[in-house]
């Protein structure tokens, strides 16, 4: 079993740097237009050629209310009728792109995401999920990972039930925080009852799994209020927890202005937060997944870890990344063998271009060695902690510390620092620099000099 997370106060304040959350690698910030629908077509031949597994994300835009932490993309409307005409567009895009994969390509995994997907009417989601079924090769015995981001004010025991139906068998609810305060403070009331209320319906119904996010950081949370969120949230046993860190950049996210930034927890509160929050956890029976996400140790995720078979992609920590990713849905990004692709992120521009029977596909990257190579190394150390230099050689005809010399003095002095153990064979990444492992993934990425630093968040 891995070690627990050691928490260091100095080396954090240290390495607390902004930087990538390694969803992808090269990240989207290097996505440029000149990758378009001729290439993704090419990639999907490839996918078919090679019989690939898939992996669904469908983006669910629309909210009826607006939270004021949130950086997402979506759309705030009371107007339900808004969904019938994207709901249109969007059973075009998976009819354009289901024509270029084979039949016998089963999709493992699933994903809804938003916005609130349960915006939809229970009719509209039947509507969606029968197109999907009838284009993609979805599994039909529960086998696959079938999930669905739920908002607990959107949802009940109706709604649940429909979900299970239509072959969902993962939940991912957002709470963020208890205290009514804090909820008023980011214009999100929702009640312990209501969570609790989702969550039952859910272990009734048999869904596989639960995930809750919480995010810290958030106006008027303090480490004492914070911890009893926590405590209510154990008590209610989540398979998973992703405990956010809030990055306030009120300049990029327009909804963040109207938080009160005097509200905010310092620094130093949030830094007593997170280690409340680890340590209250970690009592509990949680494993550190990394970064965010803690998982029990009989989940998915804590096993492949334990195994050295966690991946990383758009959807976060994953064991379905052998998969080719298909984004669905306005600003969704696909990853199907070295091509990123990522639809366009304005509405009207997602609906008219296929409304002209093109795919609204507006940016993207192909990776090249170099970015495969790099993509490895900080896979293996964001998923697994650990890097074996014989296992990259092996993979890409290299010699690592020759290939990357220039950044052996800065490894070593992590490893001065006690973040890694540095030897001739391997990095090893140490309790001590868990936390901080975006740190030492960032030593490896040859584009981050380019970028200012503000458009990320910071890594605790």
């Given amino acids: 079993m891995l070690d627990a997370i050691r928490w260091d106060t100095d080396l954090i304040r240290r390495y607390d740097l902004a930087g990538p959350r390694y969803t992808s690698y090269p990240t989207a910030v290097q996505f440029d237009g000149q990758v378009g629908t001729f290439d993704l077509f090419h990639a999907l031949r490839d996918s078919r050629k090679a019989l690939r597994p ?47 994969l084979d039949p016998a390509q089963k999709v493992e995994q699933l994903h809804f995401g938003g916005g609130t997907p349960t915006f939809l009417s229970h009719d509209e989601l039947r509507q969606l999920m029968a197109q999907l079924r009838k284009s993609f090769n979805l599994l039909d015995d529960d086998s696959g990972d079938y999930g669905i981001e739920i908002d607990p004010r959107e949802a009940d025991w109706s709604t649940m039930g429909l979900l299970r139906e239509l072959g969902f ?96 927890p310092t620094p130093a509160q949030k830094l007593e937060i997170l280690q409340g929050t680890i ?128 950044l052996w003095p800065q490894l070593q002095g992590m490893a001065d620092d006690g973040l890694i153990e540095l030897d001739n064979e391997r990095i090893t990444v140490l309790p001590a620099g868990r936390l901080l492992v975006r740190s030492v993934c960032m030593v490896f990425d040859a584009y981050l000099e380019q970028h200012n630093h503000q458009r990320f968040s910071r890594v605790i």
């Fill in 54 to 100: 898939i992996s669904l994300y469908v983006h669910v835009p629309f909210c009826a209310n607006i939270c004021y932490y949130c950086a997402c993309n979506k759309v705030i409307t009371k107007d339900r009728g808004r969904a019938q005409p994207y709901l249109q567009r969007l059973e075009q895009e998976i009819q354009l792109i289901a024509c270029h």
């Fill in 169 to 264: 068998n993962r939940v991912s609810i957002g709470l963020q925080d208890l205290d009514p305060a804090v909820q008023r403070a980011v214009n999100r009331l929702q009640s312990l009852e209501e969570t609790r209320a989702v969550i039952d319906a859910a272990r009734t119904l048999q869904f596989r799994s639960i995930n809750i996010d919480l995010i810290y950081g958030l106006p008027r949370q303090t480490p004492e209020n914070f911890a009893r969120t926590v405590d209510e949230v154990i008590n209610l046993q989540p398979d998973r927890l992703s405990v956010f860190n809030y990055a306030h950049l009120p300049e990029r996210f327009m909804p963040q202005r109207r938080i009160n930034s005097d509200e905010l």
């Fill in 279 to 406: 340590e209250q956890l970690t009592k509990a029976g949680y494993r550190y997944i990394g970064m965010d996400h803690f998982a029990l140790p009989d989940d998915e995720l804590a096993i492949a870890q334990e195994e050295s078979t966690l991946q990383r992609n758009f959807q976060g920590y994953t064991t379905h990344g052998h998969c080719d990713l298909i984004g669905l849905g306005v600003s969704a990004i696909s990853q199907i063998g070295d091509l990123y692709c990522q639809n366009s992120s304005d509405l009207n521009q997602y609906q008219n271009t296929l409304a002209s029977a093109q795919l609204a596909t507006s940016r993207g990257l192909l990776c090249n060695a170099d970015d495969r190579l790099r993509r490895a190394v900080i896979q293996q150390l964001i998923c697994n902690f650990s890097l074996e230099f014989a296992e990259i050689e092996h993979a890409f005809n290299i010699d690592f510390q020759g290939y990357f010399g220039g």
